[in-house]
């Protein structure tokens, strides 16, 4: 039972760059959701998914972009890392929209 | 809009200790609510959840009550253990599938 996974678990790069972030259930969960997490702020919605295809923005969505062209794949890019992009990414996903989120472990990122 | 409080740590506990951590959320609806929990290098974990005003969620050693009237959701462990160290974040959901955190607690329990 994979669940969900994330990778790389930690990343450095530096400003300008672009950068993927990989998150892969094997769920067949409908909903897929990225969060940031910062200190003093809990986690923070980025973007999510309702299915394939379908995505949208949530409360702090400027300078990344996601897509779903499969169901169990929602990757994160950040087209132009910035430092203050420097976070820990959560991926999460959910069966259904009211049903608990499954997370995963996480990835590191760090800009310099 | 929606909104969770919930008390600042870091909160430092004896093992077999008492633990409340408070949380307080503003909502327009009728929310459901949850509390994760988020070990050492791992993301976080549902820990108990509630849907409905006077509901009690528990598990693991640890309870919650969803109060309306006090909007007030407060987690709570009569007997603490060292592997009870964690951060937790209270959350909520107003009915659709945006979940609303709070800031997180840290929680070091010692030996």
């Known amino acids: 039972d994979a669940g969900i996974t994330q990778s790389p678990r930690y990343k450095i790069t530096e400003t300008g760059r672009q950068v993927t972030l990989m998150c892969h259930q094997t769920w067949s969960h409908s909903y897929m959701f990225w969060y940031r997490q910062d200190l003093g702020h809990g986690l923070r919605l980025i973007y999510y998914?309702?299915?394939?295809?379908?995505?949208d923005k949530g409360e702090v969505p400027d300078g990344y972009v996601v897509s779903r062209s499969k169901t169990e794949n929602f990757p994160l890019t950040l087209e132009s890392a910035t430092r203050s992009q420097t976070s820990v990414y959560f991926c999460a996903s959910s069966l259904t929209g009211d049903q608990p989120q499954h997370f995963g472990d996480g990835t590191r990122l760090s800009i310099l | 809009g929606n909104s969770v409080t919930q008390m600042e740590g870091p909160v430092t506990l004896s093992e077999e200790a008492f633990l409340t951590i408070n949380c307080t959320y503003t909502a327009t609806g009728y929310p459901s609510l949850f509390w994760y929990v988020q070990y050492p290098g791992e993301g976080l974990q549902l820990l108990l959840k509630a849907t409905k005003a006077d509901d009690k969620g528990s598990n693991k050693g640890f309870e919650a009550t969803y109060r309306k009237e006090t909007t007030s959701f407060h987690l709570e462990k009569g007997s603490v253990q060292v592997s009870d160290s964690a951060v937790y974040f209270c959350a909520l959901s107003d009915g659709d599938y945006k979940l609303s955190f709070g800031a997180g607690t840290t929680v070091t329990v010692r030996a």
């Open positions: 998914s309702a299915a394939a295809d379908i995505t």
